[in-house]
C-alpha cells in the first residue's frame, strides 16, 4: 500500500492561489481543520507546510501592496507588479 505525501514527509506541489483572497480562505480552512483535529495525523505536516507556503505568499503579495502605497503616498507612481 503507497504512503501518501504527508506520510513519506514529502509535500504535494499545489498551485499557488490566483489571488490574496484565495490564499487567505484556503488558509483560514487549513486553520479550521488543524483546530478542530478533522485531520489525521498523516495529513498534519503536509497541512502545516501548505499552510507555511500559502502565508508566504499573503505577506509576500501585502508587502508589494503597502510597497506601491508608500510610493503612491509620496508621489512616485510605478508600476505595480503583483507576481
Known amino acids: 500500500m503507497a ?5 513519506t514527509g514529502k509535500t504535494v506541489d499545489t498551485p499557488m492561489p490566483a489571488s490574496y483572497e484565495e490564499a ?11 483546530e478542530a483535529g478533522a485531520l489525521p495525523l ?4 503536509a497541512s502545516y507546510q501548505r499552510g507555511a ?10 508587502e508589494a501592496v503597502e510597497t506601491q502605497v508608500k510610493l503612491l503616498e509620496d508621489g512616485q507612481i510605478k508600476p505595480w ?3
Open 53 to 62: 507556503q500559502l502565508l508566504q505568499f499573503c505577506r509576500t503579495r501585502l
Open 3 to 7: 504512503k501518501s505525501p504527508a506520510a
Open 42 to 45: 498523516d495529513h498534519l505536516l
Open 24 to 34: 487567505l480562505a484556503e488558509l483560514e480552512q487549513l486553520v479550521s481543520k488543524m
Open 81 to 83: 507588479d503583483a507576481a
